[in-house]
């Protein structure tokens, strides 16, 4: 006699076959600002970085041995402070000071005097920046030129704790750091909007066609006239109107509002380390057939009914809109999982297999075969 749960089990996998299956509705394709999707040409961040002593750690900074430099950056310092250091620089501890790297991102428009956030990164051999202070430290950008100078006392988003025994426990990173608004602009890049010209240039982040002409359709309609022309897939032109010339700020802040309908690529990305799968809606699969573990998987052109197996084989099945899919735990050379339509959604596929339990290191090799296949019409990107 078969056991008891597998007659409730087979009953229950009956009832779900017996309703009736309701179509998600469509979701419609989400729009966004154009400000989130491209970029004005010339409008850009300079890179600054700087290197930089912090003191006041609690015995967590760089050792003298191993670290020299770190004794010999507080050794000029206390120089130019009119501190003779020489002497006793053979007796300068460093267990509460960290050599650094400290760097920021400097807006195009940034004008003397504004404040930028700081990032702040252990040289040396320091274990915890925790409650340090960062000291005065220039920050030059590639042409040599210090254009901020970045001064305070350090974030650190992590701790590091450390018990009688000699044990310790460390949370997140506590060699990097940042200050909030922790650097002042001294330098301004000398450029204005008026530079421009005569005309806007918007990049796209993420190049395509398709996002490029609705990006340029839109702009006109708004502005009821043929101002914009898409060069190529990542840059769209846009004409300043006469009436807008000494008004640069006004058309960028009613261009970069307009809405756009991103046109999305067929990818797939799966990280194989954490077994994340993201996938796009667009992403179609081409009839094939492939088998893994106790699972068979078949995508056909032909447009059919699937019938459940007979209840004398325990087993689980899930009904989607457009698949049947079946795990036959008994006997793994039995089972079917049959996608009823050519160009089938992989979003069911994985839907339908999550549903089974199916680890995602499972999924990520049943998707990788796909593609070897060449049945996968979408991008196949591994972390």
Known sequence: MRPLTNLIHSAVVAALLLLPMVPLPAHAAASARIKDIADIEGVRENVL?????????????????????????????????????????????????????????????????????????????????????????????????????????????????????????????????????????????????????????????????????????????????????????????????????????????KIENLMVEPASEARVIIDEKTGTIVMGENVRIAPVAISHANLTIKVTEEKKISQPLSFNVAGQTVVTDKSTVERIDDDPNRGKFEILDTGASLSDLVSGLNTLGVKPRDIISILQNIKAAGALQAELVIL
């Open 49 to 253: 970085v700087g290197y930089g002593l912090i003191v006041g750690l609690a015995g967590t900074g760089d050792s003298v041995n191993a670290i020299p430099f770190t004794r010999q950056s507080l050794a000029n310092m206390l120089e130019r402070l009119g501190v003779n250091a020489k002497d006793v620089m053979a007796q300068i501890k460093t267990k509460n000071i960290a050599a650094v790297m400290v760097t920021a991102k400097l807006p195009s428009l940034a004008r003397q005097g504004s404040r930028i956030d700081v990032s702040v990164s252990s040289l040396g051999d320091s274990k915890s920046l925790e409650g340090g202070m960062l000291l005065a430290t220039p920050l030059v950008a590639a042409d040599g030129q210090t254009y901020a100078v970045a001064q305070g006392a350090v974030v650190v988003g992590g701790f590091m704790a450390t018990g009688k025994d000699g044990s310790t426990i460390t949370k997140n990173h506590t060699t990097v750091a940042r200050i909030a608004e922790g650097a002042t602009v001294e330098r301004e890049t000398g450029f204005e909007l008026s530079q421009l010209g005569n005309t806007l240039r918007f990049v796209l982040r993420q190049p395509d066609f398709t996002t490029a002409t609705r990006l340029k359709d839109s702009i006109n309609a708004s502005f009821k006239e043929p101002l914009a022309t898409a060069d190529d897939n990542a840059r769209v032109s846009v004409v300043i109107p006469t009436r807008y010339q000494n008004q640069l700020a006004a058309i960028i802040q």
